[in-house]
């Protein structure tokens, strides 16, 4: 429903009328009931004055924009001049973490101001009031330019957001460069000429395959290109800044990036593969008339912008969201702030002053690392600074708690069945988790959670505590039964690998189920799986179960597989496990597509994983190639990484 709201010109009549009506009965004795009156017409002042004072919303989000190559915060190229001279404008934020590594959530949790892959991992059910439904029900007018590449990660937890585009009403959703996305926002502007607006602006720019073009040209490398596509989008936000400042004053303008992007750091590329601070951390900039200049060098998160911008738009408060108004911040009334946290997979970490730590629940593995002393996030300090190590990780694990109470409530809301404890925080990849899913197993559980209390063992690493139940459980349902023969065969009881094998050979089976008897034959060596694997290959429904295929017919090493797997490596979502898995096959035929990728293929982490693929290869023409691309590949990573199985194959000899 539409909550009705004042134009503006209500608005200023309403205004003067309460300064009116204030002076006259201020004047007058106007006995006990004075007070009451006093508080009303206060009241009714300062909504008027919060209705004169609403403006246009523009929220500018840059893919793939790491902190650390901005010139605002410290980078030495001059990547930013316009984020720069608005940065001297407004509130910068030194600290700023997006919720995930890579756009898909991260965006959901910016427009939601929720933990949205936590949230929807326990409770996929869950809807969430989003930033333009929000404004929208409260008299903006709301539209929204970005790309399909929102939703690549988890389409199905991001379908119901992506049928209505998060709430927006007026919708450009396709790629566009960064100079016609903010075409499309000025004619926005143009045609409809509203009242105020939220505008949502996503350039895509920064995004590999990185482009050369803009000046200055830094060099060839990919991180050179890199920073010239920084150079284009910033000078489409410096026009799109120029044009509100001209036509839309009063505009709070937020700009910010989805994640960072890795070059090498942690020896890795790209970004959505790991919680440091190069695919993390993230510039924030809030500029608006009201607000004098400022830095802020507390840690915040993207989570914290939806509750910002509701309380610099005036607009009444939504009853949940996990972020915070940031105002006391930014007004220097506070310098605390509560930690951030974000995640991934089974990853999370947790920002807090200067320390910074890493916790792998599916591997119950930390890492700590003091950000103030070490930003590269070199040295862990969990050995050294143990008790600070467990101090975080109880913060963590208090969050974790808070997000179960959050699931239940909305397990409420939504009229979701009740799941056992150990099933939810099995979904969140909590290894400690294994013997409670297993008891799940063993007593009278409904029949839907002791499925997927099955499931989750086998998603989990294993741990052969949980086989003696697995033995006593009798399930009355036979899927539940066919569950748990897969799980016990991973914790390698013989005895059921023949119903195993059934299990992988029935058509009708479901996909996971067979995905699950796969990999567990696969890790067996058992003669015949190859072709239910690659049957299961092209029907995987998401790109991580595609990898988990991948790396399955990996791990069987039948050559048989090698075209499937050829043909399949052209695509980014899964390059990377069809290389290791065809250097795990090895042999003449996967030869010949390896050296080719070390040397002209055009990702460089393409190009680092054929060179560890070959390492098993070995021969003259591994060796030969690996040669080359030590002493000639324009990326530093790459010859490093040949030159490094150069020198292995060296000692093998």
């Given at each position: ?147 399909p590449a929102v939703y690549v990660t988890d389409k199905d937890k991001l379908s119901p957001y992506a049928a209505d585009h998060f709430g927006f009403e007026h919708v450009r959703h396709e790629y566009l460069s960064a100079d016609q996305s903010v075409d499309a926002a ?139 108004d940031l105002s006391g911040l930014m007004e220097g009334r506070t310098n605390k702030h509560t930690a951030v946290i974000a995640t991934l997979r089974e990853q999370l970490t947790l920002v807090q002053g200067n320390f910074k730590l890493i916790w792998d629940l599916r ?173 299961l290959l092209d029907k995987c429904p998401t790109f991580d179960t595609c990898r988990e295929v991948i790396e399955a017919l990996g791990q069987l090493g039948d050559h048989s597989a090698i075209p499937a797997l050829t043909k399949r490596a052209s695509d980014p979502m ?80």
């Amino acid at each position: 429903m539409r909550i009705l709201s004042l134009p503006p010109a209500r608005s200023r009549v309403l205004f003067l009328a309460s300064i009116l009506l204030t002076s006259i009965l201020l004047s007058l004795d106007a006995g006990p009931g004075r007070r009451g009156i006093e508080h009303y017409v206060s009241a009714l002042t300062n909504h008027a004055a919060a209705l004169a004072t609403q403006h246009d919303v523009v929220l500018v989000t840059i893919d793939c924009l790491r902190a650390d190559h901005v010139g605002a915060y410290g980078y030495k190229r001059p990547t930013t001049p316009y984020f720069d001279q608005l940065a001297r404008q407004g509130v910068r934020f030194q600290r700023a973490y997006a919720q995930a590594p890579h756009t898909s959530f991260s965006i959901a949790s910016l427009l939601t101001g929720r933990y949205f892959a936590t949230l929807t991992r326990l409770i996929p059910e869950a809807r969430f009031m989003t930033l333009a439904r929000w404004l929208r029900a409260h008299g903006w007018l709301t539209a929204a330019i970005y790309p399909p590449a929102v939703y690549v990660t988890d389409k199905d937890k991001l379908s119901p957001y992506a049928a209505d585009h998060f709430g927006f009403e007026h919708v450009r959703h396709e790629y566009l460069s960064a100079d016609q996305s903010v075409d499309a926002a000025i004619s926005f502007f143009e045609k409809q000429r509203p009242s105020r607006a939220l505008l949502w602006l996503h350039l895509f720019e920064p995004h590999e395959p990185y482009e050369v073009g803009g000046a200055p040209a830094f060099g060839t490398r990919d991180i050179d290109r890199y920073d010239q596509e920084i150079v284009v989008v910033d000078a489409a936000l410096g026009r799109l800044a120029r044009y509100l400042a001209q036509q839309r004053p009063g505009a709070t303008l937020v700009v910010t990036s989805d994640h960072g992007e890795a070059f090498d750091e942690h020896n890795e590329r790209f970004h959505g593969t790991n919680l440091y601070e190069e695919q993390l951390r993230v510039p924030l900039l809030i500029v608006q008339p009201s607000l004098r200049p400022k830095v802020v060098k507390a840690p915040v998160q993207l989570i914290d912008v939806f509750p910002t911008l509701i309380g610099l738009s005036h607009a009444p408060w939504p009853s949940t969201l996990d972020g915070h108004d940031l105002s006391g911040l930014m007004e220097g009334r506070t310098n605390k702030h509560t930690a951030v946290i974000a995640t991934l997979r089974e990853q999370l970490t947790l920002v807090q002053g200067n320390f910074k730590l890493i916790w792998d629940l599916r591997k119950d593995a930390m890492q700590l690392f003091n950000l103030a002393a070490d930003p590269r996030e070199l040295h862990d300090l969990t050995q050294e600074r143990s008790q600070e190590s467990l101090h975080l990780r109880s913060q963590l694990q208090d969050w974790i708690e808070e997000q179960l109470a959050g699931a239940d409530r909305l397990r409420l809301i939504y009229a979701v069945p009740a799941v056992p404890e150990a099933v939810l925080r099995a979904r969140l990849g909590d290894a400690a988790s294994v013997d409670a899913l297993a008891e799940v197993l063993d007593r009278s559980a409904s029949t839907p959670a002791q499925i997927e209390a099955a499931q989750q063992l086998l998603r989990l690493p294993p741990r052969i505590s949980t086989l003696p139940k697995l033995l006593q459980a009798r399930p009355a349902n036979a899927l539940v039964d066919d569950w748990i023969h897969i799980a016990e065969l991973r914790l390698g009881h013989k005895p059921a690998q023949l119903q195993v094998e059934r299990i992988l050979h029935r058509a009708s089976a479901a996909f996971e189920l067979r995905l699950r008897a796969a990999q567990v034959l696969a890790f067996r060596a058992v003669r015949g799986t190859a072709p239910a694997l690659l049957g299961l290959l092209d029907k995987c429904p998401t790109f991580d179960t595609c990898r988990e295929v991948i790396e399955a017919l990996g791990q069987l090493g039948d050559h048989s597989a090698i075209p499937a797997l050829t043909k399949r490596a052209s695509d980014p979502m899964v390059q990377r496990e069809v290389i290791r898995a065809l250097g795990q096959i090895a042999g003449a035929e996967s030869l010949a597509f390896l050296v080719d990728c070390l040397l002209h293929d055009p990702r460089v982490s393409a190009r680092i994983e054929a060179a560890r693929a070959l390492e098993k290869e070995g021969g003259a023409v591994a060796l030969k190639a690996l040669s080359q691309a030590a002493t000639s590949d324009v990326e530093a990573l790459v010859r490093t990484t040949a030159k490094s199985v150069l020198a292995s194959h060296t000692v093998a000899k």
